[in-house]
């Protein structure tokens, strides 16, 4: 795996536009080996919401890179991946080594959340999956949310029939996805920021 991504990564600094410059990335590869219909909505959803995105607290896309067709390895199709800024920390792995914060560093952090999050929400996007995981952490402590791969650009004027129970990780779901509703709205972001704060 180490040396497909550094052949990769080398790949990739080649069609850089100036060869000279090199940047550490982060490479999310998007799940299309067993898709018998082609290119899957949800990968083309979180594109689509990301190339729209432009915000300081907001994970950004900086190129989709596809690799040459193997029949052995991605049945003759390639392997499609988003190419992210890179992020050293997620909050999840800070929760798990009991990193302890300050009031002024849960202040930042909080801050750095709802203003991506709000950014999201008045261009009507809903995550649908924040949690600690999903919040990540540069060495400088800039946030940025991360994994648009549920993420849902909505109509608040209309009821959004497309809406599906199968949003966020369970420790992070808002009671009216646990009760049944389909009809949710910005809301559920917000009691999964609750929950990540709790």
Same mark, same amino acid.
């Given at each position: +795996?180490?040396? #497909? *991504?550094?052949?990769f990564s080398k790949q990739y600094i080649q069609i850089q536009k100036n060869p000279n410059i090199k940047k550490v990335v982060a490479l999310k590869k998007l799940l299309i080996e067993n898709e018998?219909?082609?290119f899957p909505v949800t990968s083309i959803r979180e594109i689509m919401i990301m190339k729209r995105l432009h915000h300081k607290n907001l994970m950004s896309l900086i190129e989709i890179?596809?690799?040459?067709?193997d029949k052995e390895k991605n049945k003759d199709r390639g392997n499609i991946y988003l190419v992210l800024e890179y992020m050293e920390h997620d909050l999840s792995g800070f929760y798990k080594i009991k990193e302890?914060? @300050?009031?002024? #560093? /849960?202040?930042? /952090? *909080?801050?750095?959340?709802?203003n991506g999050m709000y950014y999201l929400h008045? @261009?009507?996007? /809903? #995550?649908? &999956?924040?949690?600690? %995981?999903?919040? *990540? +952490?540069?060495?400088?402590?800039?946030i940025k949310i991360g994994d648009f791969g549920l993420a849902r650009l909505i109509n608040p004027e209309k009821k959004n029939d497309n809406k599906t129970q199968l949003v966020v990780t369970l420790w992070y779901? %808002?009671?009216?996805?646990l009760l049944g509703d389909y009809n949710y709205n910005?809301?559920? &972001?917000?009691w999964s920021i609750g929950c990540v704060f709790f």
């Open positions: +795996m180490k040396e #497909h *991504l550094e052949k018998n219909y082609g890179v596809v690799s040459k067709p302890k914060y @300050n009031i002024s #560093h /849960i202040k930042c /952090i *909080l801050y750095q959340i709802l008045k @261009n009507n996007i /809903i #995550h649908r &999956d924040i949690k600690s %995981a999903n919040i *990540l +952490m540069n060495n400088k402590g800039e779901r %808002a009671p009216e996805i910005f809301k559920i &972001d917000v």
